[in-house]
């Protein structure tokens, strides 16, 4: 069981700047890849970005490439998200999810555990 504690949401002004972290604790966290999905009203759950398990390997949504970027520390059994440039269409609830092995980074079904989320707010 890994269990996940996503902080760092908040309101912004467009072309503003927010920090997400994303806590582990359980299993051994580098045995992990590690991604950042949002979910604004309305909408499908869609992938913003993804880390592998000693940050050699990131992905990004084309949406957010360019302004995100995502990186880990598993000394602190932490992933970040570092959001720039926010648009108010970055608005959405992020969540961080923790999965073992596969190719791919971007299937929101193949991440076994979930946080519980972070509002981000993007003001126009």
């Known amino acids: 069981q890994v269990q996940l504690v996503e902080s760092g949401g908040g309101l912004v002004q467009t072309g503003g700047s927010l920090r997400l972290s994303c806590a582990a604790s359980g299993r051994t966290f580098s045995n992990y890849r590690m991604g950042w999905f949002r979910q604004a009203p309305g909408k499908e759950r869609e992938f913003v970005s993804a880390i592998s398990r000693f940050g050699l390997t990131t992905d990004y949504a084309d949406s957010v490439k360019g302004r995100f970027t995502v990186s880990r520390d598993n000394t602190k059994n932490t992933v970040y998200l570092q959001m720039n440039g926010l648009k108010p269409e970055d608005t959405a609830y992020y969540y961080c999810?923790?999965?073992?092995?596969?190719?791919?980074?971007?299937?929101?079904?193949?991440?076994?555990?979930w946080g519980q989320g972070t509002q981000v707010t993007v003001s126009s």
């Open positions: 999810a923790a999965k073992l092995g596969g190719a791919t980074f971007a299937r929101d079904y193949e991440y076994k555990y």
